[in-house]
């Protein structure tokens, strides 16, 4: 299994939207709702964020928000501030117990 | 309050074996799956392996098969992870995880802080 694609990067000014893909194939991330979104700060540990591709996690901001079309799931964080500066995965479910993650989209708030 | 707390890591020759524990509380650890995902320094998150909540079935990524063993004691609040003929590219940290049912619920609801694993000669 290839790991999902992310960008490398993505930028925002604060108060501004923006938006993370996750890109797979009809193997995962096309075969079903079961993609989820990963926060994870310098040397901590990840946070979910996103669960079943748009359902929110207990404690979360609902500035964060989770799609999924066809091959591609988004993240998008509304109303960007500096404390969601940090390093954001995707990950699906692939079948057969098998799960790929994204390779990483690193969020800098301008 | 879920914590997951890793032990067991540490520097390891090519070859060789380690032994991770992953100690739960804060929540009824016998009735939820559990799983290890592993981290290279400064690269991206990779899943390595998952246990059912009664430990009957587990599940591993290809490059670990028939290397690593996952288990679980439930009576201990404990989570294993056997790690055998240990290669360069196993060097990662390792985090304990936990799943949010019995069976699987597809997403890895809490992390420990995870454990570093260095494999080199």
């Known amino acids: 299994q290839s790991a999902l694609i992310q960008p490398a990067s993505v930028s925002g000014s604060p108060g501004q939207p923006i938006t993370i893909s996750c890109t797979g194939t009809?193997?995962?991330?096309?075969?079903?709702?079961?993609v989820s979104w990963y926060q994870q700060y310098p040397g901590k540990a990840p946070k979910l964020m996103i669960y079943?591709?748009?359902k929110r996690a207990s404690g979360v901001s609902d500035r964060f928000s989770g799609s999924r079309s066809g091959n591609t799931a988004s993240l998008t964080i509304s109303g960007l501030r500096a404390e969601d500066e940090a390093d954001y995965y995707c990950?699906?479910?692939?079948?057969?117990?098998?799960?790929?993650f994204g390779s990483g989209t690193k969020v800098t708030v301008l | 309050e879920v914590q997951l707390v890793e032990s067991g890591g540490g520097w390891v020759q090519p070859g060789g074996s380690l032994r991770l524990s992953c100690a739960a509380s804060g929540f009824t650890f016998g009735a939820y799956a559990m799983h290890w995902v592993r981290q290279a320094p400064g690269k991206g998150l990779e899943w390595v392996s998952s246990i059912k909540w009664n430990g009957d079935i587990v599940h591993y990524e290809d490059s670990v098969k028939g290397r690593f063993t996952i288990s679980r004691d439930n009576a201990k609040n404990s989570l294993y992870l056997q790690m055998n003929s240990l290669r360069p590219d196993d060097t990662a940290f390792y985090y304990c995880?936990?799943?949010?049912?019995?069976?699987?619920?597809?997403?890895?609801?809490?992390w420990g802080q995870g454990t570093l694993v260095t494999v080199s000669s």
């Open positions: 990950c699906s479910y692939a079948g057969l117990y098998i799960y790929v």
């Open positions: 995880v936990k799943d949010s049912r019995g069976d699987y619920g597809y997403y890895f609801e809490y």
């Open positions: 079943e591709a748009s």
């Open positions: 009809s193997s995962d991330v096309g075969r079903s709702d079961l």
